[in-house]
């Protein structure tokens, strides 16, 4: 805080309210942070280090110059960033469930509050994010920004996860029926299925084959085998389930149409190799 002299001055004083500050080069206040700067015949500044909240307020520079008191009063304003204080924890909800959100800030001046879509890139303002029935493509995470212009917002993040059923509409998204030879080697997958489910599904394919290998990943099931025999045609059924519920998909292993030709060429094949 300065303090310009341009008389002769004979006492000057720095007041913080009634509070003296510095008489003269005597400093009266016990706070640590205040210090004198200049003190000569044109400049009576002092300092206040790691400012507070607390610290604003009317200062007055006092001094008497030709027998003639003068005052120069100064107002101290403190600006604090933008700061999130309070946020929403990370939510799992059901789908169809309503989701609040919130994020409380502080900050002088006072701050706005914003809410951003990740997903798709929508902004909401204030404090609170309602989201009424949820579904699950909105599952994604919200990012809180915090702004009053003294310095980089202050942002943080929410994670919303939506629980749906398995037994939903669509939720085995890939499951179709297939063709193959007998005797045909590392065949593809007789299953593959795609599970859009959260929590993350039990899988099961119903089979009493035990020669045949199951590959459970986290949304996917794959029935595999090696060489395909007469006891492998017939139908498939893969089951998945998570709390929320369960579905199922079935399919179709069926011979191709020239399954019986290649029995039939296969001998002549053979004989004619001997012949050879």
């Known amino acids: 805080l300065r303090c310009k002299i341009d008389e002769e001055v004979t006492h000057k004083a720095w007041l913080n309210r009634s509070n003296i500050l510095f008489a003269g080069t005597d400093k009266w206040s ?11 015949d044109s400049d009576f500044s002092i300092q ?16 008497q110059a030709l027998n003639q008191p003068r005052i120069a009063h100064v107002y101290l304003i403190v600006q ?4 999130i204080v309070n946020i929403s924890q990370d939510k799992s909800v059901n789908e169809g469930d309503d989701v609040n959100l919130f994020c409380l800030a502080v900050g002088r001046p006072e701050p706005t509050i914003t809410w951003k879509d990740f997903k798709y890139g929508r902004m909401y303002e204030g404090e609170f994010l309602d989201i009424t029935d949820i579904k699950r493509h909105q599952a994604e995470e ?25 037994g939903h509409t669509h939720t085995l ?6 063709h193959t030879r ?4 590392r065949s593809p997958p007789l299953k593959r299925t795609l599970i859009s489910t959260r929590p993350a599904p039990d899988l099961h394919t119903d089979t009493n084959d035990n020669t045949l290998k199951i590959k459970n990943e986290k949304t996917r099931s794959l029935l595999l085998f ?24 079935s399919m179709l292993l069926f011979k191709s149409k020239n399954t019986h030709i290649a029995f039939q060429i296969t001998p002549l094949l053979k004989r004619y190799d001997a012949l050879q």
Request: overall charge positive; glycine content about 6%; aromatic content about 6%.
């Open 30 to 40: 016990l706070d640590p942070r205040v210090s004198l700067v200049n003190s000569n």
């Open 226 to 249: 090696t060489n395909v025999t007469e006891k492998h045609f017939g139908n498939y059924t893969c089951f998945a389930s998570n709390r929320l519920g369960a579905s199922n998909a």
């Open 142 to 166: 919200f990012e809180c920004i915090t702004n009053n212009g003294v310095a980089p917002p202050d942002t943080r993040r929410v994670k919303v996860t939506v629980n749906c059923e398995s």
């Open 48 to 63: 206040i280090e790691q400012v507070a909240v607390a610290d604003e307020g009317p200062y007055t520079c006092s001094f």
């Open 182 to 185: 007998v005797g045909r080697r």
């Open 173 to 178: 998204t890939h499951s179709h029926s297939l």
């Open 80 to 83: 604090v960033p933008a700061k």
